[in-house]
């Protein structure tokens, strides 16, 4: 892969990283990715902002490989602030390239500098591909299990 540019993203690179974060919701199942509420969802983590950071990977022709997308929360046991990297996605043709991995490289960079203690992920259960990523960066895996209901 050609070098490879990694920089949070502002109100300009929005219209670059719309298609990315609707072909993410697609990989998850979501048939209808709507881009103005995408857009209105994403402004809150454009640099600088006190609730997350958008971070998006570009080649050299500056076209939009892949995106990490962190919020700024909370780790209660600690009774401290935390990173969650809440969305991790790289286009298919970019993959195996180290984009992943230079994105969590960045974020976890970004949580140091705002001086977060933690910094976490999740994935799917079958995702087995990003889950051998992950396991190649020295990260442990958790015993918990995430629980969702719709309201």
Do not use: C
Request: glycine share 6%; no cysteine; proline share 5%.
């Amino acid at each position: 892969m050609s070098p490879l540019a990694i920089q949070p993203a502002t109100a300009a690179d929005l219209p670059d990283a719309l298609p990315l974060f609707a072909a993410y919701q697609r990989f998850y199942g979501e048939q209808a990715p709507d881009d103005e509420r995408n857009r209105k969802f994403l402004i809150r983590f454009l640099a600088p902002s006190d609730t997350g950071l958008l971070l998006l990977a570009r080649d050299e022709e500056r076209r939009v490989v892949g995106f990490a997308n962190l919020y700024w929360t909370f780790e209660s046991v600690a009774a401290t602030e935390h990173a969650l990297m809440n969305d991790l996605f790289v286009v298919d043709d970019a993959r195996g390239q180290g984009v992943g991995n230079a994105l969590i490289e960045a974020a976890k960079a970004a949580a140091r500098e705002r001086g977060l203690p933690t910094f976490s992920w999740v994935t799917a259960l079958d995702n087995r591909t990003a889950q051998r990523l992950y396991e190649r960066t020295g990260a442990e895996r958790s015993a918990w299990f995430e629980y969702a209901i719709e309201l």
